[in-house]
């Protein structure tokens, strides 16, 4: 039986975002703070999912032999390193989150059975790459808060009260949403990345954060008049809100998730709502 496990590991580094052919004031247009020198550094952890059948010790890999990999062919080159100068392949591409677990893949693919790398600058910023040429995905974290009122316009008070709850009453209530946002392109050889990291986060404050934050839902956004605000619907107005400008940046967008609580949360896949099966928003909130 195929099982997929995971290894987690951690290093410590800087970088600088800094393109040599690039005058310095095209440099900090691009990549802001992040171009100044000398570089700046972050606490940066490693998440290698390897598959393969379950053998009759009951195990994929001996993870005891899977640390002392990761840690001769990925760790030991990068804890407490200038990356930009640590690695070859670093030197033509700017060690970005996602090309550095690009790369990481490429250093352990030949002793591992990986099936993906997941590479965490914070936690407010990774990338996953999976083995697809130079594609990989971008994921920016971010939050706003709102409230809301779960009610359908064409129900009674006593058929909402039956459908949501407390969730119905008629002040509603408030959440701190977090969103993650998941995009995919290709990596671009001279940056490393797969988006303007800088422009996409512009994106995300002026299309979604500024215009929901602090706001009763309901009454403040169009879209709600008449759609209950719930997650699902939430995270889908954020997609399809977001897939045009993302689009432009020159990436796609891939999902995304919002979690309204500790307790609840909700994904949304831009295939699934513009190509193989698109939804209409009623068509989502059936599903709870």
Not at 3 to 21: D, G, L, M, T, W
Request: charged share 20%.
């Amino acid at each position: 039986m195929r099982c997929v496990i995971n290894r987690r590991a951690e290093f410590a580094a800087s970088h600088r975002y800094y393109v040599p052919q690039w005058s310095a004031e095209e440099n900090f247009r691009r990549f802001g703070k992040g171009s100044l020198f000398p570089g700046h550094g972050h606490n940066y952890v490693l998440y290698v999912a390897m598959v393969g059948e379950i053998d009759d010790c009951g195990m994929v890999l001996n993870l005891s032999e899977v640390k002392h990999v990761i840690r001769r062919e990925v760790t030991d080159h990068l804890d407490n390193s200038f990356l930009n100068q640590v690695w070859p392949e670093f030197t033509q591409t700017l060690p970005t989150t996602e090309f550095v677990a690009y790369t990481i893949w490429h250093r352990l693919r030949p002793h591992l059975p990986l099936a993906r790398i997941q590479l965490y600058e914070h936690p407010q910023l990774w990338a996953e790459y999976q083995g697809d040429a130079m594609n990989a995905y971008l994921t920016v974290g971010t939050h706003f808060s709102a409230a809301h009122r779960l009610a359908r316009t064409d129900f009674s008070e006593a058929e909402n009260h039956a459908t949501y709850g407390k969730c119905a009453r008629p002040h509603g209530h408030g959440h701190n949403y977090h969103l993650e946002v998941t995009v995919r392109g290709e990596i671009d050889p001279v940056t490393g990345m797969v988006v303007d990291l800088v422009a996409l986060q512009r994106v995300l404050e002026r299309e979604v954060v500024e215009p929901l934050d602090h706001t009763f839902l309901n009454e403040d956004i169009p879209y709600f008049f008449e759609v209950v605000p719930t997650a699902e619907h939430i995270a889908l107005y954020i997609m399809q809100v977001l897939h045009e400008p993302v689009r432009r940046l020159g990436a796609e967008l891939h999902k995304v998730k919002l979690v309204e609580s500790p307790n609840n949360s909700c994904e949304i896949y831009a295939d699934d709502v513009f190509t193989v099966n698109p939804v209409t928003p009623y068509a989502v909130a059936a599903s709870r």
